[in-house]
Structures are given as C-alpha cells and as structure tokens.
C-alpha cells in the first residue's frame, strides 16, 4: 500500500468510525461497492473511511496529506459527473453524521450535520411551520453535504432557489487539518482575516489580490454565464464573491460559504452547516400537465407558463413516459395522460393571498388555448399530483430499461441557458443529436432552463466512446453561442471538467486552478475534479464482455442473463431511503445505514464480479457475504425504477454457487421444511411439545441455526386439505349461488395456519362460492428463499401442468400467503421450462390473493355490505413485502373498510423484518428485531390495546406474536368475524 504501516497504526488507534484499509474481505468489499456513483464511471479507491466525528476528518485528512494521498468526500453517491470517484481514499460521511444540531424557529435557520438526509431534516422540522427549501430529485436520500458540494436545486428551483441561496455559514476542515467558519464578515472583520498567519489567512489575502483586480472582475462578469441564468454550476462561484463587499460596495457581506457551494469538497471538508429556512408552502396545489406534440411545443408551453408564475415547471419526454408503460410502480400512475404524447410539461401552481391554486391554472390553460399550445392539460390536485411528480422524479432510473447496450448517459444532461432561450438552444442540441444518428431522453428542469438531455451510447464500444466525447465538445460550441452554464446542477467532477478552459476561457480556467491550490496546496481533497481532470472518456464502470455460456434457473428475457439485469443500476440510490421516507426498499439498509447493506451496492458488487475474469464467479465470497442481507422482499423489483430484482439475482446466484460447492445441509433443511413439516404432523403433539419445551426447544433451534428467542410454528395433526376434504361432504360446494373457485392450501396454510384456512372457506361459502382445493399444490417458496431453485423448478413446471386445464377467469386461484400464490405471479412464469411459459403466464393473470378476489367481486356488486355486521372496528394494516411490490395494498384496505364500522389506517412500514427463516437465523435475528422497530413495532404499541392488527403475511404476523406480543389477524379473520348471520359452524 502507499502509506506506511506507522500512520496506518497511528490512525486506526484512534479513529472512532470505520476504517476499511487492509486486504480483509470487508475492505474488498468496500473498495468494490464504493468504486462508483451514479455517474457512468468506475475507480476502485485505495481505501474507505466512514468518519464518526470531525477528529476522526481532521485524522484522514493529516493521514492523506503524509501519504500523498486524496480524500474523496462523498456523501449518498447519487453524484452524476463521477465527483466521488477516484483512487484516493473515500471518506462516507453519512449516518454518524447525521444531527440536528440546533433551530432557531425566530430565525428560520437551522444548523445540521452533514450526513442527514433533506427529505429526514424537513419531515423532523414540519411541526415547527418551516422547511428546506432546495430538493433533487434524490431528495428522499440525498444528504445535505453532497447538496452543498453541488450547490443542488431540484424541481422548484425557479421560487425556492439552490443551495447557494440558503447555505449561511458553515464549518470546516481545510487540507492542512486547520479548521475555518465561513460566515458574512464585515469589511473590518475580511481584513482581519488577511491578517492571519496561516492557511485560512492566506486563503483570505489571495482571494482579495484575486477579487479586487478590476482587470478580473470584469472578466469574471463577461466569462461566466449570463446573470439570468439561475442555474450555475461551473467552476468555483467567483461570480458570486466578486458581488460582495468589499468588491461591490453596494454588495452583500462577504461570505466565503458561498465558494464552498458547489465546490465539489475541492476546497475542504464541511462538518455544519447553517441553513436558512422557509415557511411550509401553501397545501393549495394544482398541476397542470400539458400534453404536446414535440418538445419544441413543450417549450413554447414553458415560456406561457412562466408568463403565469408557476412554483415548478418540469417537461418529461415520450422516452420515459413509455418505461412507465407495464411498470409495477408507475403504470398505476398514469391515468392522467391521454393519448400518446411527445412530451409532458408538468406546471406547478400554488395559492396566494392574491388567488388561489385553481384560478391561477385556468389562466395558465386559457393562455395556451389562446395560442393552440397543447392538446390536453388536465388538472391533478390533491393525491393525484403525486403521480406526475413520481414519474418526473424516477427519470433517471427509468431510462434504464431500454433494452440493449446504448444505454442513457449522463453527458449533456446538466447544461443551463436562460429559459427564454431554451427553445433555441434544445433545437440545435437535436440538431446535433440528429447529425450524429444519436437518440436522447429529453426531462426536468425547463423553467429554470435546464433540460437534462441524456443521449443514448454504446459505451462498451469504440464508436460510442468516440461519440461521448464529441457530442459534448460540440455541445459546448452551442453553450457559447447563448453564454449558457455547462454545469447547472450536477457538478462537474471528472465528467466536464476538460471543457471548462473551452466554455469560459483560458484565463478563468486559470483562476480556478488558482483558487484550487490556494485551498489545497497538498492536492489532497478531492483531486482530479473541476481542475486538473483526468480524461472524460476514460474508467467506464460498464465495458464489453463475452457472454459466458451458462444454464441459468431463470429466464431473462431480453435481458438474457444475470450480469445485463445488475448492469440496469444506474447508482442513482433510490434504495438508500430511510425509514422516515417509508417504502419497502431496501429493509437492511433502513436499518443499518451501510452502503453495503444497500441494494445498490449488491448490483454494484454483482456486476463487477460477474463481468470479471474469475472462473467461478457465482462462487466468490464476496458476493455471498454482500448478499447475506438482502431479505428477498421484492421492494426493488417495483420501487426501483429500473426494476433491478435482487431477490431474483440472489436466487440465481446461491443455486450456481451449489452447483460449483454443494448445497449446505442447513439450508436444504429450511428448503425442505414444508416436506419436513409434512412428515411430523402425523406426530405433531409430541413435536409441538418439542419445539415449545425449554430444553428440546433450544436443542432443536440450534440444530437448524435459529435464534433461541424465536419460536417455531406449530404443526396441525389434520392438514387444511384433509380437514376439507371431510367438511365438503357436510357443505356442498356445487350449489353455491355464485359459482366456484379454486382454493390454494399452500404449505403455510395446510400445516400451520389451519384454522386461518377453515375461516377463509367457510367465509367464502357463507358470501357463496363453492370451493375446491387443488391437491399437493406446494408453491416452493422455502426453495426460492434459499436459492434451491433446481427443486422449486420442479415444483414450479409440477404446478404450471396440474393447473393450466382448470384455472381461468371464470374459476381463479385464490390464495391467502401472499408470499405463496404471489410466486404464480412473479418467479413461476420466469422459472418454468420454456414449452411452459405459455401456460404459466395464462395462469399468472387468474391467481389471486384472497383480497383481491373479494374486492373485486364487491365492486362488481357480488358482496353486499348487509353479509357483514356495523360493529365499530379500528383497525390497522401492515402490508407484507410481496403484496405491496406484486399486488399492491388497495385491495386488502378496500375489503376491511368494506363492513359498516370498520375504520382502517394503514401502517407506513416497510418489511417486517422476518422474511420466512431470514428472521429465524441466529446470524440474523439482531438486524430482524432492528428493521421491526424501525417503524411497525412503534406504530403497532402507540395504539389503544382495542386496535385490531391487520396483517395477511404469516412472517409478518410471527414477527408481531415474538417482537411484541401482539397477535395479528389475516383479513380473512376479521371479515370471518365480521360476518351478520353466519349459517355454517366451524
């Protein structure tokens, strides 16, 4: 290594945080995981460090500058120019950072700590009336230092501003280890500064020899963008401190914070921060959504609206609107559009004192039917405005999914000119885009006139190489033309650093690297970002590869094989949400805040190993242990909006890896266990007596590696499908009014949850359908967990043939394990033999959860509410993993508010936790207990003892019974209870 094993030893004596330095394999691991960000690019860093105090930055930092090495600051790493990659040593500061350190509500200021997350702040600050203005669309796990570093804006930039605007002091640590606060300074108070002997005064001496040029300052003024243009990111904000006193007379106070936005952590290290705050906006919201036929007309639309004053006004293309086509998480967001449209501009209306939401959006219609702009402009208000905002917001990970290697990249996706010559400028950029036979996804920020435009490349070959680098040469020439910013929001980092010499002269391009030596006369922060940038089209994270020629258990369609399905990440880290944000994904990493645990970090360590060298790629270590975590609760496969499916890339993964080492005996006992549970019912007194007794409990627990304070569900002697293969004999099914049904006694519900399975038949009778249960359905969901996926193929092509002939929309499937009927739905079609796919997708549209099936049959007037009693229920609903990503949870809260009575608030949690025998293991059962009470275990106790809990995944409701002594009931259960006149007895 370059540093030496003295320093070494020095530093991790006394570091408090977490040092990733050596050849173990988490610090493997780490220089894997860490080695990109949202960017199109990759660097395998020397090191990582996750600081858990500003000592602990001050130590990097001396530790750096004796080892001639760089620091990386790096915060969420949705950075899009490749800003915190490099060869140095990362430096995370997240979690451990991550306070309100105090609010002065008087003031609307605020001091945080760097690492919290801006949607976490405001949610922890919405009582107070106030909130942070500037929001990515990251916001929900973008963090307040990476914001600074970029000085970010977001969607309602054109009212609330950028960072810049709001950052008023902070403080810091420079490259030498000596700290600074950046705060206004009176005339008197800046000279002072001169005056000091170290390197903040000399910081302070050359910017005024710099600044106080007026040679400099005029070419400051002529050189960067126009003053009108509100989004400016390139280089260092000279332009901004060359307005201050004592530069300007007329100007504000000096304030260096204002250098430090946007400066990419080039320039030091911000441990506070003091931002200023603004009133929460007005709940009187419109949204109008502007359908077009071109992206010119979009933009015409623009200039109308912002004649009107709008709070945002944002355009989205037919590219994305056409990913949102089929998503599981956005198709359900699209009933506001009509028709095929070109392009969406979205615009944001807020009321006023001077008129409200709606008056100002009819105007705002009015205008543009005046000009014959646009051929639809329906209204979202309430609830429904967050469709369009979604959409819009999951741009970048929805671009994704087209398929093939030329992919989106981010290029010319940041650039800035004045919103009234945005027409202008994007007709040349298609121009270009046009020369060059190249396609682009056009979106976001058009009233502040940035469109972040993303052309489509082959960066696995030579020509797409090429072309990277040309469509932005050539699009700085247009940036000319209009004096626009090559950089509005997303930084330069390695990306556009090259091409700043060429956008705003030589001259400035010196005074940059000037201003980078003044603050870091060591080269230690950051290197190789803004100045001094290695080449742009060099280190791309995705290169070419040969396809290996493998079997594998599931069918990627298009995508054809693991490696393609983990190279969709686009690092853009929607999965790095917290609990506060809410959402399912990803469960681990809401509870331990490690990008490790992240689901981007999985894809990010999948696709590296798989398109490795390595022989046995499947087999290597490191992919076992960054695995180890992921629950399989299927919360990527809808709520990424790239739709990379961890649990499925996990499945494949564990069964190649037995091909190559065998299958453990542990997990083929849990694999197996609906077989086992099978087996001991017939003995299943002495066996429950067994797993409840102290000591044989502990023996038997031990034995499969589960945690001693779990306890295991108990066996039924007589199976549902025994139990019923008698009752129908008493209650005939055929003459039921309403027809008959399929009935699935999975193995969850056949050996364990008997008695749910009895009250959801006989509920079914008494509403009037006949049942019948297909015999020795298993759905083979113990095998998908744990990666057996050569047995649960088998089971997968047993169910596809035994069900085809009589499963149809006249006779479903009904299930109540959501885990187990939802497999039809989601890994059968895709696991099943080829001959078989047919089948299995003809039978995934008619197998439902029971849920659905009753809502369903309530909107069409089937089930009347007279069936149910008035009885007064509250009752709250926690949603299992695979239901809300597969299913969704209307349907479950439709069908327990049915009953005259029932009241039903829904639980914002994410999983539970459990997820079958991950919360079992002993290894496990900490971070189970963790992700519990993150959010489900607090709401579920903050309630009277009368509230019922509502729960349909059998995990889930364990997970309640062992976490807090709660009993939870399947719907089924309430509605059973719910019944007025019940004729049949249990």
Same mark, same amino acid.
């Given at each position: 290594?370059?540093?030496?094993?003295?320093?070494?030893?020095?530093?991790?004596?006394?570091?408090?945080?977490?040092?990733?330095?050596?050849? &173990?394999?988490?610090?493997?691991?780490?220089?894997?995981?860490?080695?990109?960000?949202?960017?199109?690019?990759?660097?395998?860093?020397?090191?990582?460090?996750?600081?858990?105090?500003?000592?602990?930055?001050?130590?990097?930092?001396?530790?750096?500058?004796?080892?001639?090495?760089?620091?990386?600051?790096?915060?969420?790493g949705t950075s899009l120019a490749g800003q915190v990659v490099g060869e140095g040593?990362?430096?995370?500061?997240?979690?451990?950072?991550?306070?309100?350190?105090?609010?002065?509500?008087?003031e609307k200021t605020v001091w945080v700590e760097p690492g919290i997350v801006r949607?976490?702040?405001?949610?922890?600050?919405?009582?107070?009336?106030?909130?942070?203005?500037?929001?990515?669309?990251?916001?929900?796990?973008?963090?307040?230092?990476?914001? #600074?570093?970029?000085?970010?804006?977001?969607?309602?930039?054109?009212?609330?501003?950028?960072?810049?605007?709001?950052?008023?002091?902070?403080?810091?640590?420079?490259?030498?280890?000596?700290?600074?606060?950046?705060?206004?300074?009176?005339?008197?108070?800046?000279?002072?500064?001169?005056?000091?002997?170290?390197?903040?005064?000399?910081?302070?001496?050359?910017?005024?020899?710099?600044?106080?040029?007026?040679?400099?300052?005029?070419?400051?003024?002529?050189?960067?963008?126009?003053?009108?243009?509100?989004?400016?990111?390139?280089?260092?904000?000279?332009?901004?401190?060359?307005?201050?006193?004592?530069?300007?007379?007329?100007?504000?106070?000096?304030?260096?914070?204002?250098?430090?936005?946007g400066s990419e952590g080039t320039l030091a290290v911000v441990h506070s921060l003091?931002?200023?705050?603004?009133?929460? @906006?007005?709940?009187?919201?419109?949204?109008?959504?502007?359908?077009?036929?071109?992206?010119?007309?979009?933009?015409?639309?623009?200039?109308?609206?912002?004649?009107?004053?709008?709070?945002?006004?944002?355009?989205?293309?037919?590219?994305?609107?056409?990913?949102?086509?089929?998503?599981?998480?956005?198709?359900?967001?699209?009933?506001?559009?009509? !028709?095929?449209?070109?392009?969406?501009?979205?615009?944001?209306?807020? %009321?006023?004192?001077?008129?409200?939401?709606?008056?100002?959006?009819?105007?705002?219609?009015?205008?543009?039917?005046?000009?014959?702009?646009?051929?639809?402009?329906?209204?979202?208000?309430?609830?429904?405005?967050?469709?369009?905002?979604?959409?819009?917001?999951?741009?970048?990970?929805?671009?994704?999914?087209?398929?093939?290697?030329?992919?989106?990249?981010?290029?010319?996706?940041?650039?800035?000119?004045?919103?009234?010559?945005?027409?202008?400028?994007?007709?040349?950029?298609?121009?270009?885009?046009?020369?060059?036979?190249?396609?682009?996804?056009?979106?976001?920020?058009?009233?502040?006139?940035?469109?972040?435009?993303?052309?489509?490349?082959?960066?696995? &070959?030579?020509?797409?190489?090429?072309?990277?680098?040309?469509?932005?040469?050539?699009?700085?020439?247009?940036?000319?033309?209009?004096?626009?910013?090559?950089?509005?929001?997303?930084?330069?980092?390695?990306?556009?650093?090259?091409?700043? @010499?060429?956008?705003?002269?030589?001259?400035?391009?010196?005074?940059?690297?000037?201003?980078?030596?003044?603050?870091?006369?060591?080269?230690?922060?950051?290197?190789?970002?803004?100045?001094?940038? @290695?080449?742009?089209?060099?280190?791309?994270?995705?290169?070419?590869?040969?396809?290996?020629?493998?079997?594998?258990?599931?069918?990627? %369609?298009?995508?054809?094989?693991?490696?393609?399905?983990?190279?969709?990440?686009?690092?853009?880290?929607?999965?790095?949400?917290?609990?506060?944000?809410?959402?399912?994904?990803?469960? &681990?990493?809401?509870?331990?805040?490690?990008?490790?645990?992240?689901?981007?970090?999985?894809?990010?360590?999948?696709?590296?190993?798989?398109?490795?060298?390595?022989?046995?790629?499947?087999?290597?270590?490191?992919?076992?242990?960054?695995?180890?975590?992921?629950?399989?609760?299927?919360?990527?496969?809808?709520?990424?909006?790239?739709?990379?499916?961890?649990?499925?890339?996990? =499945?494949?993964?564990?069964?190649?890896?037995?091909?190559?080492?065998?299958?453990?005996?542990?997990?083929?006992?849990?694999?197996?266990?609906?077989?086992?549970?099978?087996?001991?019912?017939?003995?299943?007194?002495?066996?429950?007596?067994?797993?409840?007794?102290?000591?044989?409990?502990?023996?038997?627990?031990?034995?499969?590696?589960?945690?001693?304070?779990?306890?295991?569900?108990? #066996? &039924?002697?007589?199976?549902?499908?025994?139990?019923?293969?008698?009752?129908?004999?008493?209650?005939?099914?055929?003459?039921?009014?309403? %027809?008959?049904?399929?009935?699935?006694?999975?193995?969850?519900?056949?050996?364990?949850?008997?008695?749910?399975?009895?009250?959801?038949?006989?509920?079914?009778?008494?509403?009037?359908?006949?049942?019948?249960?297909?015999?020795?359905?298993?759905?083979?969901?113990?095998?998908?967990?744990?990666?057996?996926?050569?047995?649960?193929?088998? /089971? =997968?092509?047993?169910?596809?043939?035994?069900?085809?002939?009589?499963?149809?929309?006249?006779?479903?499937?009904?299930?109540?394990?959501?885990?187990?009927?939802?497999?039809?739905?989601?890994?059968? @079609?895709?696991? #099943?033999?080829?001959?078989?796919?047919?089948?299995?997708?003809?039978?995934?549209?008619?197998?439902? /959860?029971?849920?659905?099936?009753?809502?369903?049959?309530?909107?069409?007037?089937?089930?009347?509410?007279?069936?149910?009693?008035?009885?007064?229920?509250?009752?709250?609903?926690?949603?299992?993993?695979?239901?809300?990503?597969?299913? !969704?949870?209307?349907?479950?809260?439709?069908?327990?508010?049915?009953?005259?009575?029932?009241?039903?608030?829904?639980?914002?949690?994410?999983?539970?936790?459990?997820?079958?025998?991950?919360?079992?293991?002993?290894?496990?059962?900490?971070?189970?207990?963790?992700?519990?009470?993150?959010?489900?275990?607090?709401?579920?106790?903050?309630?009277?003892?009368?509230?019922?809990?509502?729960?349909?995944?059998?995990?889930?409701?364990?997970?309640?019974?062992?976490?807090?002594?709660?009993?939870?009931?399947?719907?089924?259960?309430?509605?059973?209870?719910?019944?007025?006149?019940?004729?049949?007895?249990?």
């Amino acid at each position: 290594m370059a540093w030496s094993q003295r320093e070494y030893h020095v530093l991790s004596a006394h570091f408090e945080g977490k040092l990733y330095f050596d050849t &173990s394999q988490s610090s493997q691991i780490a220089r894997k995981i860490y080695a990109t960000d949202a960017s199109v690019y990759q660097v395998q860093p020397k090191a990582v460090a996750i600081p858990a105090s500003q000592k602990d930055i001050k130590r990097l930092i001396q530790f750096a500058k004796n080892n001639k090495l760089g620091i990386i600051p790096r915060g969420a790493g949705t950075s899009l120019a490749g800003q915190v990659v490099g060869e140095g040593i990362v430096m995370e500061i997240s979690s451990a950072m991550s306070k309100i350190i105090s609010l002065n509500k008087k003031e609307k200021t605020v001091w945080v700590e760097p690492g919290i997350v801006r949607d976490d702040l405001n949610t922890s600050i919405k009582k107070t009336g106030l909130f942070f203005g500037p929001e990515t669309s990251t916001a929900n796990r973008a963090l307040l230092g990476g914001m #600074v570093g970029n000085n970010s804006c977001g969607l309602h930039s054109i009212v609330w501003g950028n960072v810049r605007d709001h950052l008023l002091e902070t403080k810091a640590i420079l490259a030498d280890g000596t700290d600074i606060y950046t705060h206004p300074l009176s005339n008197e108070e800046f000279y002072k500064k001169t005056s000091l002997q170290n390197l903040e005064g000399n910081i302070y001496r050359e910017l005024h020899r710099i600044l106080n040029n007026p040679t400099l300052q005029e070419l400051i003024r002529n050189k960067f963008p126009k003053p009108s243009i509100k989004r400016r990111n390139t280089g260092y904000a000279l332009d901004a401190l060359v307005e201050m006193q004592p530069f300007n007379p007329t100007g504000k106070p000096f304030n260096l914070s204002a250098l430090i936005a946007g400066s990419e952590g080039t320039l030091a290290v911000v441990h506070s921060l003091r931002l200023h705050l603004l009133d929460l @906006p007005s709940t009187d919201v419109c949204l109008v959504c502007v359908h077009c036929h071109s992206i010119q007309e979009s933009l015409q639309a623009n200039l109308v609206a912002l004649s009107c004053q709008p709070t945002a006004s944002e355009l989205v293309d037919d590219f994305i609107l056409s990913f949102t086509e089929g998503h599981p998480q956005f198709q359900k967001d699209r009933d506001f559009i009509q !028709g095929k449209p070109e392009a969406i501009l979205m615009v944001e209306f807020r %009321g006023d004192e001077a008129s409200n939401g709606e008056n100002k959006a009819n105007r705002f219609i009015e205008k543009l039917n005046a000009q014959s702009i646009g051929y639809a402009s329906p209204i979202l208000i309430g609830e429904e405005i967050a469709k369009g905002w979604d959409i819009r917001k999951a741009g970048l990970g929805l671009i994704r999914n087209i398929l093939g290697d030329k992919q989106a990249v981010n290029l010319i996706e940041d650039c800035a000119v004045d919103p009234e010559d945005l027409p202008n400028y994007v007709a040349d950029i298609q121009d270009l885009l046009k020369k060059h036979q190249v396609n682009a996804a056009f979106y976001a920020h058009a009233g502040a006139g940035e469109l972040h435009i993303e052309p489509f490349l082959d960066l696995k &070959s030579e020509e797409g190489k090429k072309l990277f680098r040309q469509l932005l040469q050539e699009t700085v020439q247009i940036l000319k033309k209009y004096q626009g910013s090559l950089s509005g929001e997303h930084g330069d980092g390695r990306l556009r650093g090259e091409f700043i @010499p060429e956008i705003m002269g030589a001259e400035i391009y010196d005074l940059f690297q000037e201003i980078k030596h003044i603050f870091d006369p060591y080269n230690t922060l950051n290197p190789g970002k803004i100045v001094h940038t @290695p080449p742009m089209d060099e280190a791309f994270r995705i290169q070419a590869k040969s396809p290996q020629k493998k079997h594998y258990f599931f069918d990627y %369609g298009a995508l054809n094989d693991p490696l393609t399905l983990a190279e969709k990440c686009s690092g853009s880290g929607d999965c790095k949400k917290t609990a506060l944000t809410g959402g399912t994904m990803c469960p &681990s990493f809401m509870a331990t805040q490690q990008e490790k645990d992240s689901t981007r970090a999985r894809a990010n360590m999948l696709r590296q190993i798989l398109s490795s060298d390595v022989e046995k790629p499947f087999s290597e270590p490191q992919l076992k242990d960054i695995l180890d975590l992921c629950l399989s609760c299927k919360g990527c496969q809808t709520e990424c909006p790239s739709g990379v499916d961890i649990s499925k890339l996990k =499945a494949e993964t564990l069964q190649q890896s037995y091909i190559d080492q065998g299958t453990p005996w542990r997990t083929q006992l849990i694999g197996h266990f609906p077989r086992i549970q099978n087996w001991v019912r017939k003995i299943s007194p002495l066996y429950n007596f067994a797993i409840e007794f102290p000591l044989s409990s502990i023996v038997i627990k031990s034995f499969m590696g589960f945690s001693w304070e779990r306890s295991i569900p108990k #066996v &039924s002697f007589t199976s549902l499908e025994e139990w019923f293969s008698t009752y129908k004999k008493y209650v005939n099914q055929k003459e039921m009014p309403l %027809g008959m049904i399929y009935f699935f006694a999975d193995e969850f519900t056949n050996y364990n949850d008997v008695a749910i399975g009895k009250k959801a038949i006989v509920l079914l009778n008494e509403l009037g359908y006949g049942i019948e249960i297909p015999h020795g359905i298993i759905s083979g969901r113990s095998y998908l967990s744990k990666g057996m996926l050569i047995e649960a193929k088998k /089971l =997968a092509n047993h169910n596809v043939r035994a069900l085809r002939d009589i499963i149809s929309s006249e006779t479903p499937f009904i299930g109540l394990e959501p885990s187990a009927i939802l497999s039809f739905r989601d890994e059968i @079609p895709d696991l #099943v033999d080829p001959v078989l796919r047919h089948d299995a997708l003809q039978l995934k549209a008619n197998c439902l /959860l029971i849920d659905e099936f009753l809502a369903q049959e309530i909107k069409a007037a089937r089930i009347q509410k007279s069936s149910f009693g008035s009885k007064s229920r509250k009752i709250v609903l926690h949603g299992h993993c695979h239901q809300k990503s597969i299913a !969704g949870l209307s349907s479950t809260r439709q069908v327990l508010s049915f009953p005259e009575g029932h009241e039903v608030e829904l639980i914002p949690s994410g999983c539970c936790g459990m997820a079958g025998s991950f919360g079992y293991e002993k290894k496990h059962f900490k971070i189970s207990k963790q992700i519990a009470n993150l959010v489900l275990f607090p709401t579920i106790l903050s309630k009277p003892s009368s509230t019922i809990v509502a729960s349909n995944g059998t995990s889930c409701r364990h997970q309640i019974k062992d976490g807090i002594d709660k009993k939870a009931y399947h719907t089924v259960e309430i509605l059973y209870q719910s019944l007025a006149n019940p004729q049949i007895k249990l």
